[in-house]
């Protein structure tokens, strides 16, 4: 009896556990396999009114095992809920996958969002990576409310000077900070926690008798004038709030001065004295000295000046004056303007009325002894002269048809000079130039010799004009290849010789008088060499492939030009040959070999065909998938082969490449003239993807924690970003990979193998900044990195790829592209974007990216990495980033 009992007992357990369990949203308990993943959300119930720090919690099933559950509101990942709660209930009710922590929870902030409907959903990945969503839970979020006043100063008050800006902030999730902006810019934050018992008495619900703020704003910072002032506080839960904004006048006192010295009209010499007074009632920060409207140096301020503090004893300033050592040599002789320009402590200048003056100092003189105008010179020829210049000689440059070539070498022995010109005492003004006239053309050229003072001015010297005859430095050659009269088809090697005494610099091949290319020199022709010993060159042949469809058929020339390193041209006699080639050609220009298609894909390219085109079928895997529309404009194609007048030569195709299987095929054009015959494009390899693969790598994780500081560590801050951009991708469609889904230890080369093996179709690595030593710092700001090669780092596991000048700028334009969206989502300071071969993005196969947050060590910054929207905000950056990289390809 007491057996049947118990058993009655447990019957009665098991019917109410079975009557009370909620089942899942999707399926019943009776159809449910182990395979079927299927959850449930507990609390909230849809309709709740939410406040404070609410817990979420709920239940999952997976066959594959739980990756990771996920909490959105509004769509976006607020955070990841820990999973592992004990749920005998759902134990008991699914027994197939013998899972007694099925439960999860998540501590939701409602203070971090805006009071009004919200929904909530729950997202899990299985370890199979397979995504289920449950049902949004609609919810109301209503949390106090935050206000605040300014008390002064009041609209309309005119300030000078430093002034309090003062008043009192109420916010029941707690004051961040409050900034101060003048005419809508930040200008500093204000101190929060004055004695405000009147704010307390009014507002007891908040219980705070330090509400108030202050700042003191100086006011000789901003140009006197009507100006606006505002206050912006910044929560604790990241919500902004400004007051109303007014209109102030700033008034502070003026600035002026006067330039004693030099007076409009004075003629100066040498080093002169600058001087004169300056008052601002802000300040002086600094006096600058303008010659000619550019500035020449700064004025020394401090000058005992008592007639000025007695002409003006409100400035309380008996040092006003200042003064300037204008070395009058650096300038020419002649008309200029003084000016001086004074800027205050508060920023603002003041510039007082320009002066009129003449400098009058020594010349500088000299003279080019040879070689004299009308010489004709060959070889190398000695250019020698003398110069005097009182303030001394910085350089002297030789210009050959006004281009220096050159420069003298100056200090030869001339006491003639000094006999002549004593006051200089220089005997040793001379100087002289070896001048190669081999490197220029035979012919008439100038020649000028320009001096440069130890003042920097420049004396030049009348030119001279002199005739360059080489007639010894000969040049020949031949073109071996085509002969006059040779019919060319396809690709044809031109070749055949050259010399030249003062050596070759290039040959250009020319048809019908225009450059196509340029020959490779330097081909061993021990023929020539035997001809010609006393050129001693034993390779002075050359070559060029002319691909001679890109011309129409018919009669051409071919011409060799060549340009000497002395600069002379030679170009060989014309040799008229004959092109015939095939009569249908064409080409395609879309997709491009090794390229990934996916969707609908148009092809396009064009054919020309003198018989005309019947039709043009496009070919997958060797097999007719369809016919290409013929008749496209394309001018180009009539421009650059008007003989077939074909301005509609191109054609286009839609290709579904959904009706393919995944992976690596060719596509192949092939042509049918109307007059019969089939002309065959070359093959071309490409890939059908349809959907695009993201590898994302949290970095660090496990035993590696990354950078630190204040509590936090860079692993779990790049984790946390990570699954956020993952939740935003795989809600766009994309497959979407991570190096860990858990605190979990990745090797490096792991990564990029994982990424590798996997096939991904780009790489994206998350990491938080540091600086050195890891204490307390300035430096702040996003950056962003691709790969660059650096020999001393050769690649270990992608040899083949890590630089591949594809994989490269496709590396670089998706990095700039996430970099320019994180720094206009976030407002953060843009470090920029940079080469280097950190591993992961040296080892993956694919375009690659390693982005770095932000400073962990800065606390401002830290406090930003830690919050979700901003968080939410780099997500998304990253995320759009990569939608708008594959758009583009």
């Known amino acids: 009896m007491k057996h049947n009992n118990k058993l009655v007992a447990l019957l009665f357990v098991v019917i109410a556990l079975l009557l009370s369990f909620k089942l899942p949203f999707t399926t019943s308990a009776q159809t449910i396999s182990s395979q079927t993943t299927f959850g449930y959300l507990d609390n909230p119930g849809s309709g709740a009114t939410l406040k404070g720090t609410h817990n979420i919690h709920g239940w999952f099933l997976d066959g594959s095992g739980v990756a990771s559950i996920e909490v959105l509101i509004d769509g976006v990942v607020a955070g990841q809920a820990i999973y592992g709660d004990a749920r005998q209930d759902v134990q008991a009710a699914y027994p197939q996958y013998n899972n007694g922590n099925a439960g999860f929870h998540f501590a939701l902030d409602t203070t971090k969002f805006a009071d009004g409907n919200h929904t909530i959903t729950i997202k899990e990945t299985g370890q199979n990576g397979q995504v289920t969503t449950l049902p949004n839970c609609n919810i109301t979020i209503k949390n106090d409310n935050v206000f605040g006043y300014l008390d002064g100063p009041v609209a309309g008050t005119t300030l000078n000077g430093t002034y309090n800006v003062h008043g009192w902030f109420l916010d029941g999730n707690g004051i961040s900070t409050i900034e101060v902006l003048v005419d809508g810019k930040v200008v500093g934050q204000a101190t929060y926690g004055d004695a405000r018992p009147d704010i307390k008495t009014a507002f007891p619900q908040f219980n705070n008798s330090n509400a108030g703020f202050h700042f003191p704003l100086d006011t000789t910072k901003f140009s006197d004038g009507s100006h606006t002032i505002s206050i912006r506080e910044n929560g604790l839960n990241g919500r902004i709030t400004n007051l109303p904004t007014f209109s102030i006048n700033i008034k502070n006192d003026n600035a002026f001065g006067y330039l004693d010295n030099p007076i409009s009209g004075s003629t100066l010499k040498g080093t002169h004295n600058v001087h004169g007074w300056f008052l601002d009632g802000t300040g002086v920060s600094t006096i600058e000295v303008l010659v000619d409207g550019a500035v020449v140096g700064q004025a020394t301020y401090g000058d005992a000046r008592s007639d000025i503090k007695n002409a003006f004893p409100q400035y309380n300033n008996d040092n006003a004056g200042f003064h300037y050592a204008l070395d009058t040599t650096k300038l020419s002789d002649g008309k200029h303007t003084i000016s001086i320009r004074e800027i205050g402590q508060n920023g603002r200048t003041i510039t007082l009325p320009t002066i009129s003056i003449n400098i009058k100092n ?46 003298a070498i100056y200090g030869d022995a001339r006491s003639d000079i000094k006999s002549a010109f004593p006051q200089y005492n220089n005997s040793y003004a001379g100087f002289h130039f070896a001048l190669d006239t081999n490197k220029f053309s035979d012919g008439q050229h100038t020649l000028t010799i320009k001096a440069t003072g130890l003042n920097g001015r420049t004396t030049t010297l009348p030119s001279s004009t002199i005739s360059i005859q080489n007639a010894s430095a000969k040049k020949i050659g031949y073109i071996d290849n085509p002969a006059s009269g040779t019919t060319l088809k396809g690709n044809h090697n031109i070749h055949g010789w050259f010399l030249d005494e003062s050596d070759v610099a290039s040959i250009e091949v020319l048809v019908d008088g225009a450059v196509v290319g340029q020959a490779i020199y330097g081909d061993e022709r021990t023929d020539v060499y035997k001809a010609y010993s006393q050129y001693n060159n034993k390779n002075a042949g050359f070559h060029f492939s002319l691909d001679t469809t890109k011309f129409s058929d018919g009669q051409h020339t071919v011409s060799i030009r060549e340009t000497g390193k002395n600069g002379r041209v030679v170009t060989l006699p014309n040799n008229t040959i004959t092109i015939k080639n095939a009569n249908a050609f064409g080409y395609l220009d879309n997709p491009v070999s090794g390229s990934k298609l996916r969707g609908i894909h148009n092809i396009s390219g064009w054919f020309l065909d003198e018989n005309g085109v019947a039709n043009i079928e496009v070919l997958v895997d060797g097999k007719v998938v369809g016919q290409a529309t013929y008749g496209d404009n394309r001018p180009d194609i009539q421009n650059a082969f008007p003989q077939f007048n074909n301005a509609n030569a191109g054609f286009h195709y839609e290709l579904d490449t959904t009706l393919f299987t995944e992976g690596q095929h060719t596509i192949t054009i092939r042509e049918t003239g109307t007059g019969g015959l089939v002309t065959t494009l070359d093959t071309i390899t490409v890939t059908f993807k349809q959907k695009i693969s993201v590898f994302l790598d949290p970095g660090h994780g496990g035993s590696d924690p990354g950078a630190g500081a204040g509590g936090v560590r860079e692993a779990d801050l790049n984790f946390s970003v990570a699954q956020k951009v993952q939740a935003l991708l795989v809600e766009r469609g994309y497959t979407v990979y991570m190096s860990r889904y858990a605190n979990t230890t990745v090797g490096l080369l792991d990564r990029s193998q994982m990424a590798n093996d996997l096939k991904a179709d780009i790489f994206v690595s998350i990491h938080t900044n540091s600086t050195s030593g890891g204490g307390e710092t300035s430096a702040n700001g996003i950056e962003s990195y691709y790969y660059q090669y650096f020999p001393e780092y050769p690649s270990k596991i992608n040899g083949d790829m890590h630089n591949d000048p594809e994989r490269v700028s496709n590396s670089i334009s998706l990095t700039k592209i996430i970099q320019e969206n994180l720094i206009e989502y976030t407002g953060a300071n843009n470090r920029g974007t940079h080469g280097e071969t950190f591993s992961v993005v040296r080892e993956s196969a694919m375009p690659a990216t390693l982005i770095e947050m932000g400073f962990i060590n800065n606390s401002a910054e830290r406090q930003k990495l830690v919050a979700n929207d901003y968080q939410n905000a780099i997500a998304r950056a990253i995320a759009d980033g990569i939608v708008e990289y594959t758009n583009s390809l």
Do not use: R
């Open 362 to 407: 020594d010349n500088a003189f000299g003279y080019l002894d040879n070689p004299v105008s009308g010489s004709t010179l060959k070889g190398t020829h000695n250019v020698h002269g003398w110069f005097l210049d009182e303030n001394g000689v910085a350089n002297i440059d030789v210009l050959i048809d006004g281009k220096v070539v050159g420069q």
